[in-house]
């Protein structure tokens, strides 16, 4: 067995006291659990931000203000060692929802008044019982569209509020087998090599079913939807992303590892591609861009069953040239 207890309680007793907290109060949490020069990283507006103080002015004391009520619904709690370091780092992770009542403004986006569910998955790396860095992916237009507006031509996969693993038994707060996270570990890896190169010599659904099951699910970001199915994973997202771009590089992750039959990683950026055709109904500019993933997996058997990503596709499209956020709220 693995034991990350002494990181999970640290990361689960920081989540405590955040949720607990009011948006004023949110500072003097995150100076508790993080370090002094905490790196902070989030998607497109928001950045990078360095130390408790700016991060609670950034991104914590706005979100609370606007979704009163904001608690942490958790689908997927993990926690191991970044593959891809050699000391080893420890990463915790957490995948789920913000939920709250949309009050007031947030980065423009004019408030509902109802229920709002703000996906999010988010990495801390914890070292000697504090938070040294983190990442946090919010899904952004998601909650655009729940107020109404549409940032994003109509997409090829389902837009909804997506639940957590079938199973549901992803909130791993105790230790798992080992042997168990390295099986998962070495079919992420599997499938990153397979992802990478687009050229196996296969079909697509045929390279697709060398690492997933037939009844896979795909649970994608607002923008491009979720699918399932690995026909219709091809055909709703996999092959047109593929028919889309070229000049894909490798993919690079900041943080990558496996607990149990979970597993998952995040990349600033995962790769950069350069859009030759259309994608997302926007027309190709020819410019390569960088997407910022996140990648949380669900392992059965020998095979992958569920995957929830998150792209940071405000960042990517103010690459190519268009403010998303800035068109369709008019900041």
């Given at each position: 067995?693995?034991?990350?207890?002494t990181?999970?309680?640290?990361?689960?007793?920081?989540?405590?006291?955040?949720?607990?907290?009011?948006?004023?109060?949110?500072?003097?949490?995150?100076?508790?659990?993080?370090?002094?020069?905490?790196l902070?990283?989030?998607?497109?507006?928001?950045?990078?931000?360095?130390?408790?103080?700016?991060?609670?002015q950034?991104?914590?004391?706005?979100?609370?203000?606007?979704?009163?009520?904001?608690?942490?619904?958790?689908?997927?709690?993990?926690?191991?060692?970044n593959?891809?370091?050699?000391?080893?780092?420890?990463?915790?992770?957490?995948?789920?929802?913000?939920?709250?009542?949309?009050?007031?403004?947030?980065?423009?986006?004019?408030?509902?008044?109802?229920?709002?569910?703000?996906?999010?998955?988010?990495?801390?790396?914890?070292?000697?019982?504090?938070?040294?860095e983190?990442a946090?992916?919010?899904?952004?237009?998601?909650?655009?569209?729940?107020?109404?507006?549409?940032?994003?031509?109509?997409?090829?996969?389902?837009?909804?509020?997506?639940?957590?693993?079938?199973?549901?038994?992803?909130?791993?707060?105790?230790?798992?087998?080992?042997?168990?996270?390295?099986?998962?570990?070495?079919?992420?890896?599997?499938?990153?090599?397979?992802?990478?190169?687009?050229?196996?010599?296969?079909?697509?659904?045929?390279?697709?079913?060398?690492?997933?099951?037939?009844?896979?699910?795909?649970w994608?970001?607002?923008?491009?939807?979720?699918?399932?199915?690995?026909?219709?994973?091809?055909?709703?997202?996999?092959?047109?992303?593929?028919?889309?771009?070229?000049?894909?590089?490798?993919?690079t992750?900041?943080?990558?590892?496996?607990?149990?039959?979970?597993?998952?990683?995040?990349?600033?950026?995962?790769f950069?591609?350069?859009?030759?055709?259309?994608?997302?109904?926007?027309?190709?500019?020819?410019?390569?861009?960088?997407?910022?993933?996140?990648?949380?997996?669900?392992?059965?058997?020998?095979?992958?069953?569920?995957?929830?990503?998150?792209?940071?596709?405000?960042?990517?499209?103010?690459?190519?040239?268009?403010?998303?956020?800035?068109?369709?709220?008019?900041i």
């Open positions: 067995m693995t034991d990350f207890q990181e999970k309680d640290t990361v689960r007793a920081f989540f405590a006291e955040l949720e607990t907290a009011g948006p004023d109060e949110s500072a003097a949490v995150l100076d508790r659990y993080c370090a002094p020069n905490v902070w990283r989030g998607v497109h507006p928001l950045g990078k931000v360095t130390g408790p103080g700016a991060i609670a950034t991104v914590w004391e706005p979100l609370k203000a606007s979704l009163t009520g904001l608690q942490r619904r958790m689908d997927v709690f993990m926690a191991g060692q593959s891809l370091d050699p000391g080893g780092a420890v990463w915790v992770v957490s995948m789920g929802h913000f939920m709250g009542l949309f009050d007031a403004p947030w980065l423009g986006i004019v408030p509902t008044g109802k229920l709002a569910m703000l996906r999010y998955a988010e990495f801390h790396r914890v070292a000697a019982g504090r938070i040294m983190t946090l992916f919010v899904d952004i237009p998601g909650l655009m569209m729940q107020a109404g507006l549409e940032p994003f031509p109509a997409q090829t996969g389902a837009q909804l509020v997506q639940p957590g693993p079938r199973t549901h038994d992803g909130l791993l707060f105790g230790a798992q087998d080992a042997g168990e996270s390295a099986k998962t570990l070495s079919l992420i890896n599997a499938m990153i090599a397979d992802l990478g190169q687009w050229q196996s010599g296969l079909s697509l659904e045929e390279e697709l079913a060398r690492t997933w099951h037939d009844d896979m699910i795909w994608g970001p607002a923008g491009i939807g979720a699918t399932y199915t690995i026909p219709r994973y091809a055909r709703q997202h996999s092959g047109p992303f593929r028919s889309s771009f070229t000049d894909r590089s490798k993919s992750h900041v943080c990558r590892f496996a607990e149990g039959t979970y597993g998952g990683f995040f990349g600033w950026p995962s950069t591609a350069r859009p030759t055709g259309g994608f997302m109904g926007m027309p190709a500019t020819g410019k390569a861009g960088e997407f910022r993933v996140v990648d949380i997996y669900r392992r059965d058997g020998d095979k992958l069953a569920e995957n929830w990503v998150f792209i940071d596709l405000l960042h990517f499209w103010r690459m190519q040239g268009v403010d998303i956020l800035a068109r369709t709220v008019g």
